[in-house]
């Protein structure tokens, strides 16, 4: 089946470290985006990359990098620069073209302690 | 920018209708709406392009004026499975073709 998987459900870090967030695709699809989720804020763009080996910011990517060595794989890091990093994190990718469907992971709760 | 959606949120009986709006400050290509269980992955339900298009799923259909940069996705005899929180996003030509998603609509069917 065709999908995109984020690992892991849960992760629990303590304040300071770097952690690292792992989306994977097998839709061929050469755009993939990364959001995060917070309470009554909707999502909100962190990176997007079009094709492999090139990504942009997008509107909170303070505190987030990114990297995009093979189309199926858009890992997210997220720094100890983060001053907020608890969140829910979700990944997406879709067809690089306006008005088509993102197909979204099931996302990875951040919980920095 | 954020398309803002309004109402924040709404409460229904089982089989009334319900209306959410959403509106942006800039030129819209195409409206997506989304629906997202709690905890969950958003779940695509349809996408209105540049047009004046409006398409329906069962009984939740949407329209989208260009003009006035506003769409509206019309939920009719709703179901306890209704419930969720619905997004609209905008494509933003800016991003590539990111979506830029506003802060939501809680709806919440009950019996």
């Known amino acids: 089946d065709g999908g995109i998987t984020q690992s892991p459900k849960y992760l629990f870090r303590k304040e300071g470290q770097n952690v690292t967030l792992s989306c994977e695709q097998n839709?061929?699809?050469?755009?993939m985006y990364w959001y995060r989720q917070d309470p009554g804020q909707g999502l909100r763009l962190i990176y997007y990359?079009?094709?492999?080996?090139?990504?942009q910011k997008g509107d909170i990517a303070e505190g987030y990098s990114v990297s995009r060595e093979k189309k199926e794989s858009f890992p997210l890091t997220v720094t100890s620069a983060q001053k907020n990093p608890t969140a829910f994190y979700l990944c997406a990718s879709s067809i690089t073209s306006a008005g088509v469907e993102a197909f979204f992971g099931q996302g990875t709760r951040l919980t920095v302690v | 920018q954020q398309p803002v959606q309004s109402p924040q949120a709404v409460i229904l009986r089982e089989g009334e209708d319900a209306v959410i709006n959403c509106s942006s400050s800039?030129?819209?290509?195409?409206v997506h709406w989304y629906r997202q269980k709690h905890g969950e992955a958003p779940v695509f339900l349809m996408i209105l392009l540049k047009g004046g298009e409006q398409k329906g799923h069962e009984k939740i259909s949407a329209s989208f004026n260009e003009k006035k940069q506003q769409s509206s996705l019309y939920l009719t005899a709703s179901q306890l499975s209704y419930s969720g929180t619905y997004f609209c996003?905008?494509?933003?030509?800016?991003?590539?073709?990111?979506?830029?998603f506003g802060k939501g609509t809680s709806l919440l069917v009950t019996p």
């Open positions: 990359s079009q094709i492999v080996n090139d990504f």
């Open positions: 800039k030129a819209l290509y195409s």
């Open positions: 839709l061929n699809h050469d755009a």
């Open positions: 996003g905008t494509e933003s030509p800016n991003s590539g073709y990111a979506l830029n």
